[in-house]
């Protein structure tokens, strides 16, 4: 969303006029790649801009019971979520959201407790 990248489109029904929520892992994960990149000062405000006009889900109790869930759930499933992977569908569990993605590690089958919009 931060570069209207062209896969964006696909998104565009779900975003529209939408609340649209962070994990605070998906924020850890875009400034580690722009650190990767060497991004210039301009760039990394940019990020922060972009970030700052989202709502941010920071770390919980009750964020913590939702990622044991959707880990044991993936696990049931024959399936190993990552960590980061986990705190992300734990906010869409939490919130009660779709997760929106194009990561090829969330699926139905690995977490049947959230709606998972896939556009791979």
């Known amino acids: 969303m931060l570069r209207r990248r062209p896969e964006l489109s696909a998104y565009q029904t779900h975003i529209d006029g939408a609340d649209i929520y962070l994990s605070f892992q998906t924020v850890a994960e875009m400034r580690f790649g722009a650190l990767l990149k060497k991004w210039g000062n301009s ?3 940019e990020l922060e801009n972009f970030l700052n006009s989202y709502q941010i889900i920071e770390y919980s109790t009750d964020l913590t019971d939702r990622c ?3 880990m044991q759930e993936a696990s049931q499933a024959g399936r190993r ?14 919130l009660d959201i779709p997760l929106l993605t ?3 590690d ?3 089958n690995a977490c049947p ?3 998972v919009d896939t556009y791979i």
Do not use: M, N, P
């Open 43 to 45: 760039q990394r405000q």
């Open 68 to 70: 044991a869930i959707v």
């Open 81 to 94: 979520l990552e960590t980061g992977d986990a705190w992300i569908a734990a906010t869409a569990l939490l």
């Open 102 to 104: 194009h990561d090829k």
């Open 106 to 108: 969330f699926d139905k």
């Open 113 to 115: 407790s959230i709606s």
